[in-house]
């Protein structure tokens, strides 16, 4: 009972200093108005006829003294800043913190007290209502519960927070002035709904596309950031208000490829309240057909009279192509050639097969085709030594038999290239021996008819004087070259 009486005399020795203080505060605003307290003249009192004395100066309301000036001004402001740095009631300093909290979840609010002395602490709601008054709920709202009370602390938790309990909360400690504090309770609203809507559900390669992503009903409004892979990609964002709540919208434009089908565009939330928000879109693109020929058969690029030709005509296309079909460009299809559905056979090449072959396939999109050129060259004159070959499939849009020639040359048999050159030897040894019995036949000429007139000579001075005549009349004698 006596704990209880110097509580009660204790409140009311406060209740009658803060109302002290209250009447105080009103006396020194209701004094304080330079010009117009009890004693200022009034600003319609007429001004004194000419020649009479000045009246006394106005004494300053309240007994003021005469304006400070801008110096002193400026030092009262300073210490008055000063002043409010430091704790206030007796050493006492009163701590709040600001609150955030997601619409639906539990929100914690603290008053603390330093150097406390027992003094009491309040908690006022927005509206200046009090939640508590030191451990006692007076507010009818069971959503706020008390969590800890000391005479250093008063923490309170309120559930399911809403929007509507947004605001300013102040905490009141009755010292002497009293003190007041506040926090404010921001409360997030995550994003009620996620989705992306297409222009339209397909495309054609080469179009463009519009994505439209819309984020509903969030608090603060959201970011939203669009990707493909990952490559970030930029829309135009467009914001509503409604109440509270913000509703945004981007818009993305896509230029698509046949590449881009089946491919993932992610719409993705950055916002306070949520993490990893995002939601996806799968594109669906429609393109013409890709056309490629195939040799399966033979296993070399060169390909020879004999030899089994096997074409293999592969298409990708969405839809899927419906028409694939051969033939010979420039020319009829010979009758030998064996057309299934996207291969093409060939028995036993020959010459005559020699061609451009065209694959065409089709489909709601477009038509696309590939071609192959085929040059079938002569038989080996003999046979290479067995080897182990391995079969390889050789796409090509534009195909080319031909495409070995140049390696296929180097690789000629070495019997073919002994025989050329064995006959240039013969050749040129024929060619010598001809020349050297065409020049010993004419030098043996030439000395027959140096000793023509030997030959006519009856005896041995007879020739002897016919040869020393004969040089006599070089002249008369000719030779002659057969």
Known sequence: M????????????ERERR???QQQQQHHHHCYQPGLGPSAPSSSSSSPPLGSPSPPAASPPCGALTPPSPSLVLLLLAAAAAASLLPTGDGQNLVTEDVTVVEGEV????????????????LLNPNRQTIYFRDFRPLKDSRFQLVNFSSSELRVSLTNVSISDEGRYFCQ?????????????????????????????????????????????????TVIRWFKGNKELFGKTEEEQWSDMFTVTSRLSLKVKREDDGVAVVCQVD????????????LDVMYKPEVQVLQ??????????????????????????????????????????????????INSLNKSDNGTYRCKASNEV?????????????PPT?????????????????TDSRAGEESAITAVDHAVIGGVVAVVVFAMLCLLIILGRYFARHKGTYFTHEAKGADDAADADTAIINAEGGQNNSEEKKEYFI
């Not at 006596?2 to 020795?13: I, N, P, V």
């Not at 390669?205 to 984020?215: D, F, K, Q, R, V």
């Not at 089994?308 to 050639?337: A, F, Y």
Request: aromatic share 6%.
């Open 296 to 345: 399966n058969s033979p296993a070399q690029p060169l390909t020879r009279e004999g030899d089994l030709l096997n074409l293999l005509c592969q298409v990708k296309g969405k839809p899927e192509p419906t028409d694939v079909s051969w033939l010979r460009v420039d020319d009829e299809m010979p009758q030998h050639v064996i057309v299934s559905g996207s291969n093409l056979h």
């Open 173 to 221: 400690l009755y010292t002497d002035p009293p003190q007041e504090y506040f926090m404010t309770i921001t409360v997030l609203v995550p994003p009620r709904n996620l989705r992306i809507e297409a222009q339209k559900e397909t495309t054609v390669e080469g179009e463009e596309i519009e994505l439209n992503c819309t984020s509903l009903a969030s608090r603060p409004p």
């Open 19 to 21: 109302r002290q203080q």
């Open 366 to 378: 477009g038509m696309s085709f590939s071609d192959y050129t085929l040059y079938v060259y002569d």
């Open 271 to 282: 916002h306070p309240a949520v993490k990893d928000l995002q939601t996806k879109y799968y």
């Open 2 to 13: 006596a704990s209880r009486s110097r509580s009660r005399t204790r409140t009311q020795e």
């Open 107 to 122: 929100a914690t609010i603290s008053c603390k007290v330093r150097n406390s002395d027992d003094s009491v602490i309040q």
């Open 382 to 398: 003999t046979l290479p030594p067995p080897t182990t070959t391995t079969t390889t499939t050789i796409p090509a849009t534009t």
